[in-house]
């Protein structure tokens, strides 16, 4: 094996269980090109390097006896640092808590250290999942690996950036607005929000109560229903867990889209507010790809986007303060000013505004739920315009305004983003996905279908990947 570096979480596990290709050395390159490369992205903020290997080996002895335990044993991955791991810090990239140390792990990291995945290091975000990319931290931000000058997205930047730079074949991210979805549609990745209560929040920092949903990044679909199928699941100790039984997003995963009838949202980007040309086009040939493959694709309406955004960001800013409001009151300095400007907003939310959100909240899941009536998905764009520069505060905010993620974050029901192809920047473009509560099969299905006609996820071919710093090779390569 020449090149692990963009080998998939389903294909390397094949390699794994077929005896082709060690765990030890997958992870040994991994480490290595994190090593060499990542001062280039800044998606790492610790390493795991011991415990990796330890990992690895550990793997590589069960595999060895033909105790397979699944398909992400021996699979490395990375977690943002928000999810506790014991013994760690867990610091949400903030000074506040970076002498912090986790009891123990995160109910998704014991599942997947049940389940044999190996832990490369905690990743960089955005300071507590809020805010933007801060230059007063003790961390620098991540940066895109498309161009480092340009925004990688947020607040799960550290795992879009690794995904999209070959440092990692799966990521653990959160979405309370779209920070799962919104550095997968800026590096060119593959991000899930999923169902609300589908995956555990116990162990996570917390951003809000009601909008916070933990979400698997990877680089194609295939790898993303595997580590979702790895992460789902009833924890008796959260009390938003569900107790339905996890959905199998892989069983039908390759079936198709013949016959589905999806719901094209095209108002948010064509009247409700100003897209990009480029983000416009994607989804249009995206639309008509899936026609192509034999799903049925109508327009329809819902209320407009800034009604869903006024919604989401009065709970949001109203919760993310009630969370933070002894340490913005005791110690202010020691937040970024992007993150102590965006969580003071939350002090003059008033409880008659915040009651209001919650009833309009519920209007909006009906009406939502209604729309979905005769149908099986609905697609949308993600970001409305592109990746701007890292160092353009004012127009990173603009670009966080016109979204349409947020929107399935108030219903709580699932949402994918998935890649469809390049501006002439060189910059990835990308859409939505998204579908009733629980049918992650469903809307998995159809990115899948898309996402191999279209050709447009990340691969083996150096063709897709981004420009970055060659490591230097070894006298033995």
């Excluded at 309370?176 to 899930?192: D, E, K, W, Y």
């Excluded at 997003?249 to 013949?258: E, I, M, Q, W």
């Excluded at 970001?383 to 929107?407: E, F, G, H, N």
């Amino acid at each position: 094996m020449s090149d692990l570096a963009y080998l998939t979480a389903a294909d390397g596990a094949a390699l794994l269980r077929a005896k082709k290709l060690s765990p030890v050395e997958w992870t040994r390159a991994l480490l290595d090109r994190i090593a060499a490369i990542d001062s280039h992205t800044n998606a790492y903020l610790t390493v795991t390097a011991d415990k990796a290997l330890a990992q690895a080996k550990a793997a590589e002895a069960e595999i060895a006896k033909g105790r397979i335990r699944g398909p992400m044993h021996g699979v490395p991955y990375a977690a943002k640092d928000i999810f506790d791991i014991e013994g760690m810090a867990t610091t949400c990239h903030s000074k506040i808590r970076k002498d912090h140390r986790a009891a123990s792990d995160a109910f998704v990291v014991k599942k997947l250290n049940d389940a044999g995945a190996v832990l490369l290091g905690k990743l960089a975000l955005h300071e507590f999942a809020t805010g933007g990319p801060a230059f007063d931290l003790p961390w620098p931000p991540a940066r895109n690996p498309w161009n480092r000058d340009h925004h990688p997205g947020g607040s799960s930047s550290g795992s879009g950036a690794a995904l999209a730079a070959g440092l990692a074949p799966a990521a653990l991210g959160t979405d309370t607005g779209g920070s799962v979805r919104n550095p997968a549609t800026c590096c060119g990745i593959v991000g899930l929000k999923p169902t609300y209560g589908a995956v555990s929040l116990n162990g996570v920092f917390p951003l809000t109560h009601s909008l916070d949903h933990v979400g698997p990044m990877t680089r194609t679909v295939e790898d993303n229903a595997i580590l979702f199928h790895t992460i789902a699941g009833h924890d008796p100790a959260d009390p938003t867990s569900t107790t339905r039984a996890a959905a199998d997003t892989l069983k039908d995963l390759k079936s198709g889209v013949k016959g589905l009838r999806i719901g094209l949202i095209e108002h948010f980007y064509t009247e409700d507010a100003p897209a990009d040309p480029e983000q416009v086009r994607g989804i249009e040939q995206a639309t008509e790809l899936l026609r192509k493959l034999g799903a049925t694709v109508q327009p329809i309406r819902l209320s407009p986007l800034p009604l869903w955004t006024d919604c989401n960001r009065t709970i949001h800013n109203a919760e993310a303060y009630a969370i933070h409001e002894r340490d913005i009151q005791t110690r202010p300095e020691d937040f970024a000013s992007l993150t102590r400007n965006r969580i003071i907003a939350g002090a003059f939310m008033s409880a008659a505004k915040y009651i209001k959100a919650q009833q309009l909240r519920a209007a909006l899941c009906r009406e939502f739920a209604e729309a979905m009536r005769g149908l099986d998905a609905v697609i949308t764009l993600s970001s409305l315009l592109l990746p701007c520069r890292i160092d353009d505060p004012a127009t990173i905010a603009k670009t966080y305004d016109q979204q349409a993620r947020l929107v399935f974050n108030v219903t709580g029901t699932p949402a994918i983003s998935v890649p469809t192809g390049f501006a002439a920047s060189g910059l990835p473009l990308a859409m939505q996905i998204a579908g009733r509560a629980f049918d992650e099969p469903v809307i998995m299905r159809i990115a899948q279908v898309y996402c191999e006609a279209a050709g447009t996820c990340i691969g083996a071919d150096p063709k897709s990947q981004p420009r970055l710093p060659q490591p230097a090779r070894t006298a033995a390569e």
